[in-house]
């Protein structure tokens, strides 16, 4: 029998499906195609929906007024017009008050919100209060007293009525008579040009324990009595939130008492700023704790306290078991200035026998004075990756030889990054790194300017960027400003981790241990990748790092910098960006694939066939369309199962990968079944071709067909 060969050729072309794919040109040879495609991922105010205060009726009221030498508290019994007053107390329909009468009536009166059990007062006109000691002030429900004129505008001071007080200074404005309560007054204007008297007690006397009391957007000028907050019962507390200003000039006669008296609790809100020039001739502290009372300071995260003061004490103490801290929360800032004060020659950061002191990450410490030198006594700080610790002199400080004048400093480095100790640039200790300590005392303060415990080298960020192409997919990192002072005999290098998730929480705070422990550790989580720079040895040198092969997606990317020498070792702490990397779809294909069927059913590949992925996300590969060529020969018709008759073609398209196969059936268009190829960069990214199927005769002459055959390629499965 004489042997006949048939010779086919099958021929590729592709459809872009879902903005997938596009034809590149022909490259290596005339039996390969490449499809490329690069996916790159990329106030107005409604015045008619304010609501705004119903005017009340404004009535004339005659007021009395009582002498500011009188020595004892006056108390009255002025008649109480209900009627004048609007509203129901509720946080929706709050008492509108416009006179002293109907403030009294408001506070008198025992209505709530029956949801928030609190009477909400809203302010529609300046109030005088011009007596003291009202038992129609005293406050026996929870309250809020609220000044602002329209609440559509900006909470500003030309904003705020005033409420002012026009008794004796030693006696009491408004006054708690029920314990356990919350008082709030907010957006007010405290003080005046006219009346420029307040109390020694504080605008609210707090005689009742377990008090909370609340103060936002507070603007107090006050030169006579001139003593914001007073408390004189157990466990109360004092909240100082938005912006706020707390103005005693140093201008004669200024009289005042502390800023702070009695309250064991003091704490200066989350993104508060609270401006304070407290320049009074009376009382020795700022924050004073009445009684047998601890007493904790608490600046909460971004929120910045900044004092001058004319006090020989921050810190002082009604009873010698007093424990005394301050905290300093993420990002905080505190900045306490001594200033000049006649008569005056101490200046003393606490009173009793030491200071607890506790930075947070971020936050900074200034204590500065103008000419009296500072005892410290005994501070203790636990510093967690602080901004700054600084003690010295204001900038226009007279010309004294050391502001430090006793005690000492201990600070224990509790966080995670490379800190150093400095005096008059001359360093104290120059690593201090974490669970270690420095002190400063006598012997590297004395005849110095200045002290200061700041990181030992900082970075101000991250910055990242990528780059993709044909079996390229990378992201390159490097860190932003970065300093440092230890040079010689140091050696840094930088450190990168890319993570598909955050490892900050909603407020943005980095979590720095989690961050150092999946950098160190041999086991990543998943979707953790690490990388580093070189090594360099200057502040200047090259900074970038790169991580290759990255699969397609957003994610954070994280730096920081080490540093090793043979005194010590640490870091800076981690930085936060965020850093896209696009798709990029590009897949090999042969552009023909030809075979053959010689005396038998056995059909077989002329050559070696496969198709790989370029691309740095999964691809998948359907045949949706197989079409017969014009010049195929007509007597051959393809079929999925082979049977009797002649004439009879079944060829199938095997790709094979390392752990499975895919079949596509020509005579039914591949039959829906999809091939996932892998990105470039990992196993299963390329599979090898072959044919499936038979051929039913005659073998005694030569037959030729050829079939189009196209494909969909996608990223996305269908």
């Not at 004395?446 to 990378?474: E, H």
Request: net charge negative; hydrophobic share 30%.
């Amino acid at each position: 029998m004489r042997k006949i060969l048939y010779l086919t050729l099958l021929l590729f072309s592709f459809v872009g499906v879902s903005n997938v794919l596009a034809v590149e040109n022909k490259v290596d040879d005339l039996e390969t195609l490449r499809t490329t495609e690069e996916i790159n991922n990329p106030a107005e105010t409604n015045q008619s929906e304010t609501s705004q205060w119903v005017e009340a009726v404004i009535e004339e009221e005659t007021q009395s007024s009582s002498s500011d030498e009188e020595n004892k508290d006056n108390i009255t019994t002025d008649s109480i017009d209900p009627q004048a007053m609007g509203g129901d107390g509720s946080e929706n329909n709050p008492f509108t008050v416009s006179s002293y009468s109907e403030l009294k009536s408001a506070i008198k009166s025992g209505n709530v919100d029956s949801v928030t059990n609190i009477k909400y007062i809203q302010l529609l006109a300046d109030i005088l209060v011009n007596e003291s000691n009202s038992a129609d002030l005293a406050f026996n429900r929870n309250t809020e007293i609220n000044g602002i004129k329209d609440p559509s505008q900006p909470s500003t001071p030309e904003n705020y009525w005033y409420l002012n007080y026009s008794a004796v200074a030693n006696g009491t404005m408004f006054k708690t008579g029920t314990s356990g309560l919350t008082i709030t007054l907010k957006n007010l204007n405290l003080g005046s040009d006219s009346y420029s008297q307040n109390t020694y007690y504080g605008f609210v006397r707090v005689l009742s324990a377990s008090t909370t009391l609340n103060v936002e957007n507070i603007n107090y000028n006050i030169q006579r009595g001139s003593q914001p907050f007073f408390a004189a019962a157990g466990y109360c507390t004092l909240n100082i939130s938005g912006t706020s200003s707390y103005n005693s000039p140093n201008t004669s006669p200024a009289y005042g008492g502390e800023f702070v008296e009695g309250f064991r609790y003091v704490n200066f809100k989350q993104g508060s700023q609270t401006n304070i020039s407290n320049y009074t001739y009376e009382n020795h502290a700022f924050f004073y704790m009445y009684g047998a009372g601890d007493l904790t300071v608490t600046v909460e995260k971004n929120a910045v306290l900044d004092m001058n003061s004319s006090r020989v004490y921050m810190f002082y103490y009604g009873a010698a078991t007093v424990n005394q801290k301050l905290i300093l929360e993420d990002n905080a800032k505190f900045i306490y200035k001594v200033r000049d004060r006649a008569g005056a020659q101490s200046n003393v950061l606490v009173a009793s026998a030491a200071l607890d002191m506790r930075l947070a990450e971020g936050s900074s410490f200034e204590y500065l004075t103008k000419s009296r030198a500072i005892n410290m006594k005994k501070l203790n700080v636990s510093a967690t990756d602080p901004a700054s610790f600084y003690v010295g002199k204001t900038e226009d400080a007279n010309n004294f030889s050391s502001p430090i004048s006793a005690g000492s400093i201990t600070i224990t480095n509790t966080g995670t990054s490379l800190y150093q100790a400095i005096t008059n640039n001359s360093v104290v200790q120059s690593a201090v790194s974490p669970n270690n300590r420095v002190t400063f005392d006598s012997t590297n303060y004395q005849n110095k300017s200045w002290i200061k415990y700041d990181p030992a080298m900082s970075i101000y960020g991250v910055s990242a960027s990528s780059t993709v192409g044909n079996r390229l997919s990378q992201v390159l990192s490097d860190v932003q400003d970065f300093q440092t002072n230890l040079v010689n005999g140091w050696t840094f290098r930088t450190e990168f981790i890319l993570s598909k998730t955050p490892y900050s929480d909603s407020d943005g705070r980095l979590d720095q241990t989690t961050l150092t422990n999946d950098f160190n550790n041999q086991t990543k989580p998943d979707g953790v990748y690490t990388f580093t720079g070189e090594d360099f040895s200057s502040s200047d040198s090259a900074t970038r790092g790169t991580l290759d092969d990255v699969l397609a997606q957003n994610y954070y990317i994280y730096g920081r910098v080490s540093g090793t020498s043979n005194g010590g070792s640490g870091s800076t702490l981690w930085k936060e960006n965020v850093v896209e990397v696009p798709k990029h779809i590009s897949t090999v294909f042969p552009m023909a694939l030809s075979f053959l069927s010689d005396d038998g059913p056995l059909i077989t590949k002329k050559n070696d066939y496969f198709l790989e992925s370029y691309s740095n996300v999964p691809t998948y590969i359907t045949m949706t369309k197989v079409t017969t060529g014009a010049n195929s020969d007509s007597t051959i018709r393809l079929v999925e199962t082979l049977s009797g008759d002649e004439g009879l073609l079944q060829l199938d398209i095997l790709a094979a990968l390392s752990n499975t196969n895919t079949t596509w059936s020509m005579a039914n268009d591949g039959a829906g079944q999809t091939l996932e190829l892998s990105p470039y960069f990992e196993t299963n990214s390329k599979a090898n071709l072959s044919f499936l199927g038979g051929y039913t005769g005659s073998f005694y002459i030569e037959k030729q067909v050829n079939y189009q055959v196209n494909f969909k390629i996608s990223h996305t499965n269908p």
